[in-house]
């Protein structure tokens, strides 16, 4: 059984930064590709950020694509999400994922494993 648990949501003004952790159990952790997702009030859960197994590759939403990185680290068996220039319309509960493989996706169908989601709030 494979666990998420993600931590580092809270509230912060326009323009700060946040950094969120997801933290797995289970040992095959660093074969899988991992994503970051996010769903606001009232609207469906959407891509942010995914990761592959080896962390050669990234890929972003266009909505956060230079303000947003993500980067994981396979001995810790953690994924992060550094979040800068946050913006009012960042507001959301952002979500870790595992992929079903090693890759990159975008698709909430890719994903198979997800954390409970962790608040995040900017404020104009």
């Known amino acids: 059984q494979v666990q998420l648990v993600e931590s580092g949501g809270g509230l912060v003004q326009a323009g700060g930064s946040l950094r969120l952790s997801c933290s797995a159990s289970?040992?095959?952790?660093?074969?899988?590709?991992m994503g970051w997702f996010r769903q606001a009030p009232g609207k469906e859960r959407e891509f942010v950020a995914a990761?592959?197994?080896?962390?050669?590759?990234?890929y972003y939403a266009a909505s956060v694509k230079g303000r947003f990185t993500i980067s994981r680290d396979n001995a810790k068996n953690t994924v992060y999400l550094q979040m800068n220039s946050l913006k009012p319309e960042d507001t959301a509960v952002y979500y870790c994922?595992?992929?079903?493989?090693?890759?990159?996706?975008?698709?909430?169908?890719?994903?198979?494993?997800w954390g409970q989601g962790t608040q995040v709030t900017v404020s104009s």
């Open positions: 990761i592959s197994w080896s962390k050669g590759s990234t």
């Open positions: 289970g040992r095959t952790f660093s074969t899988y590709g």
């Open positions: 994922a595992r992929n079903r493989d090693y890759g990159l996706g975008r698709s909430v169908y890719e994903y198979d494993y």
